[in-house]
C-alpha cells in the first residue's frame, strides 16, 4: 500500500481510507472489529468516521461508530494510525440541529463540546483530522475556524478540514484562515466518482493550487459501481435498499439519486471497460479515482471483510490513458447526453 501526504500537513496516510459508516447499523462491531483488521493486514492506516455514523442514521445511534473504531484503536498503538472524525454540531446532527439551521451548527459551544465527546467514543487524547461534517450557512467562516484553532492549538486536534463543502466556501475558508493567522482546511471530503465528477468543474482548480487534497467518498457510488443493482435488483440489507425504504421519504429521494435509468446504463458501459481491462468494476473505479493529482486518500467503506479485496486492488493499478479515454467518454454522456 503506497502512502500520500494530505495537504501541507506532516499526515502521510494510506492511499486508501478505510470508511466506517456502516459500522453499528449495517456491520454489528464484531464484523467491524474483522473489516478493521483485514484492512490493516493490508496496510490502511487512515480511519474516516463522523459523530453522526452509522447510516442509515437513527438518533439513538449518533456515535456508535466512534465507539467501535475506540474499541478497536484501544488494541492497537494508537501512533500506528491516523484518525479522521467529523463534526455536525450539536452531537447528532440533522436530528438535533436548532430549527432553520438545517443539518449542522458550527459554533464555537457546538464545536468544543463535540469534539470532547468524539475523543472520549475514540478512546484517545487527540485526533489527526477533524472535520466539518457541512458548512453551516448561518455562521460566519471566521467563528467556525476561531473555534476549529482553539482546539487545535490546545493539542485536541492535529489539522483540520471540511467536507461537501462548495469551491466558494472552500476558497472563502482559506482567505480567512491566511488573513486573520488561523488553521486553514488541509483537507476537502466530497462525493466524487465516475459517476459524479462536479468536483472538476472548479473545486480541483482550488485544491491544486492551494494544496488541498480531497478525500473522495462514495468511489463506487454507494455500491451501484459494484453492479449490484443492476437489471433492477435491490439486494437485501445494501444501502440504497435500506434508503428505499426510509418512512420519512429522505432515503428513496436518495436512492432514485443514484439508481436510475441514466447511472444504471453507465455502469453497465463501465462494467464492460473493467471486464475488457481484466479487472472488477470495483476495483477499476477506485483506481479512478486515485489517478487524480489533487486526491489525498480515496475512502471506501464495507459491511463484509470480503468486500475489501476489490476496491483495495484499485490502488494496484495504473490506468492506461486507453481505460482513462473510455471512461472520459462515459462520463461525458452523463453530463451531455446525446439526443
Aim: hydrophobic letters at 35%; glycine letters at 8%.
Amino acid at each position: 500500500m503506497k502512502s500520500r501526504r494530505l495537504g501541507r500537513t506532516g499526515l502521510v496516510v494510506s492511499e486508501i481510507c478505510m470508511g466506517t459508516m456502516t459500522f453499528g447499523s449495517m456491520a454489528d462491531e464484531k464484523t467491524s472489529h474483522a473489516i478493521l483488521d483485514r484492512a490493516a493486514e493490508l496496510g490502511i492506516d487512515f480511519l474516516d468516521v463522523a459523530e453522526i455514523y452509522p447510516v442509515p442514521p437513527r438518533p439513538d445511534w449518533a456515535g456508535r461508530s466512534e465507539e467501535i473504531v475506540g474499541s478497536w484503536l484501544k488494541q492497537k498503538p494508537r501512533a500506528d494510525f491516523f484518525v479522521a472524525t467529523k463534526v455536525a454540531g450539536p452531537s447528532g446532527g440533522w436530528f438535533r440541529a436548532p430549527v432553520g439551521r438545517g443539518q449542522t451548527s458550527l459554533d464555537r459551544h457546538h464545536i468544543e463540546r463535540a469534539v470532547e465527546r468524539s475523543l472520549k467514543r475514540l478512546d484517545t487524547d487527540y485526533i489527526d483530522l477533524y472535520q466539518t461534517h457541512w458548512p453551516d450557512p448561518e455562521l460566519p467562516y471566521e467563528e467556525v475556524l476561531e473555534a476549529l484553532d482553539r482546539i487545535v492549538r490546545a493539542g485536541k486536534v492535529r489539522y483540520v478540514g471540511c467536507s461537501n463543502e462548495s469551491a466558494y466556501g472552500l476558497t472563502k475558508s482559506l482567505w480567512v484562515s491566511d488573513s486573520q493567522a488561523l488553521v486553514r482546511y488541509e483537507t476537502i471530503q466530497n462525493n466524487f466518482s465516475l459517476l459524479n465528477r462536479r468536483f472538476e468543474d472548479e473545486l480541483a482548480r482550488v485544491c491544486r493550487s492551494e494544496r488541498v487534497s480531497l478525500l473522495p467518498y462514495s468511489p463506487i457510488a454507494g455500491g451501484v459501481l459494484t453492479g449490484k443493482y443492476q437489471g433492477g435488483a435491490w439486494p437485501d440489507g445494501a444501502r440504497f435498499t435500506n434508503y428505499r425504504n426510509d418512512p420519512s421519504g429522505r432515503g428513496r429521494i436518495m436512492s432514485q439519486r443514484f439508481i436510475n435509468e441514466k447511472t444504471l446504463s453507465s455502469a453497465d458501459r463501465l462494467g464492460k471497460i473493467a471486464a475488457d481491462a481484466g479487472m472488477s468494476l470495483t476495483t477499476l473505479a477506485v483506481a479512478w479515482s486515485l489517478a487524480h493529482d489533487f486526491v489525498g486518500s480515496t475512502i471506501i467503506g464495507a459491511t463484509a471483510v470480503d468486500q475489501l479485496e476489490d476496491a483495495l486492488a484499485g490502488a494496484e493499478v495504473k490506468l492506461t490513458q486507453e481505460i482513462q479515454d473510455a471512461c472520459n467518454r462515459v462520463s461525458r454522456d452523463i453530463m451531455y447526453p446525446m439526443g
